[in-house]
């Protein structure tokens, strides 16, 4: 196997020591009431209870981990209204009228954030900086010239521009000025701490397994049970089945990581890449210097084995690209791309009247997720809101689009196809130190990790969500499902919804 360089962990994590906030048993509560219950604490959960709060409803924040470590805890953390490229195709598929909403409420939330920052004093690294889409080639430069077209024609503060402070020539660029960047998880843990007390309450390390609607509802977690009037499900992608968000969305996985530069070799702004390997490009601050942060090398959860490589090809990148001279961190994340490039935002179904989600924020839910916390919010508090409509989480779903039939058949492909591998090994023997790798035993499929010691981790191979097999990913040391994107560790365990029971253990 090869070394992969970088402490394997999120920048955002490693520098950040939060409370901890206490189970729902280790608070020796069996049974709580609130106004609000939200399930998930990344930012359009901590957003929403947050606000809900202030508007003087109390709430209880579940966490199945701790506040941050999901997607919003491995993110670029780019707090902006440019998305790559999305206003020239939203205005050409959804209309001027739907185009010009979404840019008005990612702007909104790109404010929100700013807002927030300058009232509660939260300490998060926060800058205020431009934000470009740039193309390398000419092939690319009519996308560019067509996105500020639109963007300018939305009222969105956009000009072309036809050089960026990279250290390598590009052929021309989009700019917003006046956007965001911030350290997230500091950013949620001063939220979080402000939504604890006078009857609300942030759980950690309870994880959520039903919920049934009713007056009150109940939220059914490994701890005990919550009752709450209303329901809100942010747990990135929803763990409650009903509103088949899993088939119109599709899981996308991508990488970073993070090298220490100086200000400067640092390019300024906040910078994204257009076409086939595009990058993803940031600064942050670091020990008195720069952490240079690059994403990408995305693909659809599970579709991909051999994770090393994406993390080797964005280091040969910054060495090349900006001359780094070590790569200090990396990870890895994935976020749900809604088939229509709008989030889901609103009631899990029609039928119901209590429970809500937010989903499918196509890999923008800094801002996406901010909004989806101000649209739920009013939502709950009966506010009118112009944004409700647009993203109303009931609309119906493109399943003829292109793009969603491809992702839909695949999943039938996996569930069938994938049940074929690993018939030729049928014993532990197979498996070599540092290996993951599909068995057939009996009639079970076993999905096996033998450790760096020889000790082997067995665990099914059917997800526990709806019954694909999972495949390994060899950077991570987790099982991947390749049908809507839950993730389990070697050992089993959730570490990605929307399954919320881990993989039975199998004797080794
Ligand atoms: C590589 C990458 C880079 C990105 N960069 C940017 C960027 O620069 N700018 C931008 O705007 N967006 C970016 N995004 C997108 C953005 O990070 C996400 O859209 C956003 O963080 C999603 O937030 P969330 O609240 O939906 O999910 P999460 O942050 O994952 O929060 C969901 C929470 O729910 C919890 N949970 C799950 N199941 C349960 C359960 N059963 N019970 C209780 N809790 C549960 C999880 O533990 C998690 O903490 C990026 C995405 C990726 C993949
Ligand atoms: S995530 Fe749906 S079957 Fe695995």
């Known amino acids: 196997m090869s070394q992969i360089s970088g402490k394997p962990v999120s920048y955002w994590i490693d520098s950040t020591s939060t409370d901890n906030f206490p189970s ?9 009431s609130v106004d609000v219950a939200i399930v998930g604490a990344g930012i359009a959960g901590v957003t929403t209870a947050f606000l809900l709060k202030r508007a003087g409803k109390t709430v209880a924040l579940l966490e199945a981990n701790e506040i941050a470590t999901g997607v919003s805890g491995h993110t670029t953390a780019k707090v902006t209204s440019l998305h790559q490229l ?31 920052v300058q009232e509660e004093q939260i300490a998060c690294d926060f800058s205020r900086q431009n934000a470009y889409t740039f193309a390398e080639t000419e092939e690319n430069l009519g996308q560019i010239k067509d996105e500020v077209e639109a963007a300018m024609q ?11 402070s990279l250290p390598f020539p590009i052929a021309g660029a989009i700019r917003f000025t006046n956007q965001a960047q911030f350290h997230p998880r500091k950013y949620l843990a001063h939220l979080a701490k402000k939504i604890y007390g006078d009857g609300s309450y942030v759980f950690e390390n309870t994880r959520v397994t039903q919920v049934e609607e009713g007056d009150p509802c109940q939220i059914i ?23 088949l968000f899993f088939a119109k969305a599709y899981p996308k996985r991508s990488y970073i990581i993070g090298a220490e530069i100086s200000p400067e070799q640092a390019p300024e702004g906040m910078l994204i890449g257009t076409g086939e390997g595009y990058r993803s490009i940031r600064t942050t601050p670091y020990n008195g210097k720069l952490l240079l942060l690059i994403g990408g090398e995305g693909h659809k959860v599970g579709s991909r084995s051999d994770t090393e490589t994406c993390y080797q ?10 001359g780094v001279q070590s790569i200090d961190y990396r990870w890895s994340t994935q976020d749900m791309v809604s088939f229509d490039q709008l989030p889901y935002i609103g009631k899990l179904t029609p039928f119901n009247d209590h429970i ?20 739920l919010s009013d939502l709950l508090l009966g506010i009118e809101n112009p944004w409700a409509n647009l993203y109303d989480s009931t609309r119906a779903t493109p399943f003829v689009k292109p793009t969603s039939l491809k992702e839909n058949m695949d999943v039938g492909i996996h569930w069938v196809g994938d049940r074929l591998k690993g018939l030729q090994d049928n014993s532990f023997d197979e498996v070599a130190p540092g290996e993951g790798k599909l068995l057939t035993l009996g009639t079970n499929k076993v999905a096996a990790y033998r450790d760096e010691s020889g000790t082997v981790h067995a665990v099914s ?6 019954g694909c097999i999972v495949n390994w990913n060899s950077a991570e040391k987790s099982w991947d499902c390749p049908c809507h994107g839950g993730r389990f560790s070697c050992d089993g365990e959730v570490l990605h919804g929307p399954p919320v029971k881990g993989l039975e253990a199998i004797e080794g």
């Open 24 to 32: 729902l048993i280790q608070a020796t509560f069996d049974s709580v």
């Open 86 to 116: 999305v206003y020239a195709n939203l205005i050409k598929e959804a209309g001027e009228q739907k185009a010009k909403l979404y840019a008005q409420s990612n702007q909104a939330a790109v404010e929100q954030v700013a807002a927030l």
């Open 154 to 164: 939305l009222g969105l503060p956009a000009s072309y521009v036809s050089e960026v």
């Open 221 to 243: 977690t490994n701890q005990g049970v919550v009752h709450a009037k209303d329901v809100v499900v942010t747990t990135n992608v929803p763990i409650l089945d009903q509103g």
């Open 313 to 322: 090809n964005l280091e040969n990148y910054a060495r090349s690209r900006f």
């Open 356 to 375: 809500y989600v937010a989903t499918g924020f196509s890999l923008w839910g800094m801002s996406n997720g901010t909004m989806s916390g101000m649209l």
């Open 461 to 466: 191979a059917t997800c526990t969500h709806l």
